[in-house]
């Protein structure tokens, strides 16, 4: 099946002053897609997701809605909405009043306004609500509310500014779960603005890494964590496990600087070899780090650097403590190997 | 081994006392309010329920309500009442048009280093002398020799010389910063994703405005116009001053005072009532719930 473009970015570029925050970004969203926005605070996604509702002017670029060039035009015109980082409730008006604002404002007539409230409501497992003021609300509601409030206008795109931001754990893996289904009852493009890379890999079709303005790397979920095309990528999502150039020649017999996930290393307790097919080098375990589900083992190399190995706490002794200042042996499967840019 | 027991080391008289500390926080203030401002409140309106007699012009102690009878019942004072309210609502009126633009210059538009330069321009007036302003807005309207009279002399018609209109815009002037800066306090506060989830949500200028802006200000907008409407009602001096003929509730009260204390406590009482009713109405609107 080929997707529709719902999104096109050509060299959209941002200034502050002299800092450029969004440096010629080339991006197409798909229609129906979950994509992320990925990066480190600063990087400039959020600027790139303001620049698509209209908050903020390009300084140089594009940018197309389903085909038509809405570069120039306002906020209220363009056929988008968001869910702000801080939800922006509006706090004299009840539930029922925030989510049939953007109805009422296109004289929707009042039966019809009701009745997609209610049901936008009902989508976000708020029935009920209509008559309470956002303060009387818990964060968790509120940001469901903010998200009725954004879908009830059925956009062609909804985006989302690092809305689970504020939610505690629980209850944000609770929203990251309900926040994919209703996706996917929609049917609506979702343009999702995060830090937090479990949050983009948990959700996400394909996810966009961001850092300093420029796209380091698009991609699926899979294809972002298991084959991260920059340095960057691969320390941002997930914990950066590089071999310098030094042991790379030496482990892989090639040179560059390569990179490994943690959870690929074998940590050989009982001094078995290594299968065929294996790279394998020893070290001295520095740290052994008990994690509930598993063990994290840190690992000084002989050439210098470390690497992290986890170890499933599925079998056998999970006591591990003892090892540390030990010498172990570490392998990988080299399919899980990968060479990294800088 | 041995081992010393030591007491921990007691707080302080304060931390002890809880109740001494709260008597030597608020003892002063609380005395003076409740001596100095509410006796004087007090004494006024117990003065209001006395007369004076009308030969000797001494103070007669005996409680009647013929101050009020008199008051309420005499169309020059009805009037002077109206006219009073009149002013304080037309100045509160003119004052919020003048203000809400300039707060919200100062507030969203205005860049960060120049707010507080704009906050300094805007307190500057209020160092000046009450009488020298209100005595140059004398020489402004001033019939023949005014400036604004001088202005418009070449069009062929007179000044507006002293009067209500004289009052309206020197009291106006007097009490602007009043407004604006409870106002530019209130859009400080507004959160721009406020505003742009207005915009996102399909709303222009005008209807964010009527919409999400004026409901969040409007506690603002209310501190403002009891300063406004208060200090306009009390005022006699500027009707003195730029006022000619016209007069104003506090100017009756300064006209009596001496002759007739208990009349001028009586009509005093007249802009505390306004002003009690002014409160309570504004309360029901749940503005002062977040001053």
Known sequence: MVNSVAISLRGLTRRFGDVVAVDAIDLDVLDGEFLSLLGPSGSGKTTVLRMIAGFERPDAGTIELAGTDVTMTAPYARDVNTVFQDYALFPHMTVAENVQYGLRVKKVAKGERVERARAALTAVRLAGYEDRKPAQLSGGQRQRVALARALVNRPKVLLLDEPLGALDLKLREQMQVELKEIQREVGITFVFVTHDQDEALTMSDRIVVINEGRIEQLGTPTEVYEHPATAFVAGFVGISNLLDPVTAEQVIGRPGTWSVRPEKIHVHLSGEPAPAGHHHLSGTVREVIYVGMSTRFVVDLPAGGSLMAVRQNSEGSTDLGHLRGQCVNLSWDQRYEYQVSN | ?291
């Open chain 2, 1 to 291: 081994m041995t081992t010393v027991e030591l007491a921990p080391p007691k707080g302080g008289f304060g931390y002890r006392h809880p109740r001494a500390r709260l008597v030597a926080l608020l003892g002063a203030p609380m005395s003076w309010l409740i001596v100095i401002y509410l006796g004087s409140l007090a004494a006024l309106f117990l003065t209001a329920f006395w007369t004076v007699d009308g030969f000797t012009g001494a103070l007669v102690r005996t409680f009647t309500l013929e101050n009020f009878v008199d008051v309420f019942t005499t169309p020059a004072y009805l009037w002077v009442m109206a006219r009073t309210v009149g002013i304080a609502v037309t100045v509160t009126i003119l004052c919020l048009l003048l203000a809400v633009p300039v707060a919200y210059f100062m507030a969203r538009v205005a860049s960060k280093r120049w707010q507080p330069l704009l906050v300094a321009m805007i307190l500057t007036p209020l160092w000046a002398s009450y009488l020298v302003k209100a005595y140059a807005w004398r020489a402004m309207l001033s019939p023949q020799t005014g400036v604004i009279a001088w202005f418009v002399a070449p069009l062929g018609i007179g000044g507006p010389g002293f009067g209500i209109f004289g009052i309206i815009v020197t009291l106006t002037y007097l009490w602007l910063p009043y407004m604006i800066l409870p106002v530019y306090a209130g859009f400080s506060r507004l959160p721009d994703s406020m505003l742009d989830a207005s915009a996102d949500l399909g709303a222009k200028g005008w209807r964010t405005f009527r919409s999400v802006v004026v409901p969040l200000i409007f506690p603002a907008i209310v501190a403002g116009s009891i300063f406004t409407f208060s200090l306009s009602l009390g005022d006699y001096i500027t009707a003195q001053i730029v006022g000619g003929k016209v007069q104003m509730l506090g100017n009756v009260v300064q006209q009596n005072y001496v002759t007739n204390l208990p009349f001028a406590a009586a009509f005093a009482v007249i802009p505390v009532l306004i002003v009690l009713i002014y409160l309570a109405a504004v309360r029901r609107t749940g503005a002062l719930d977040n001053l």
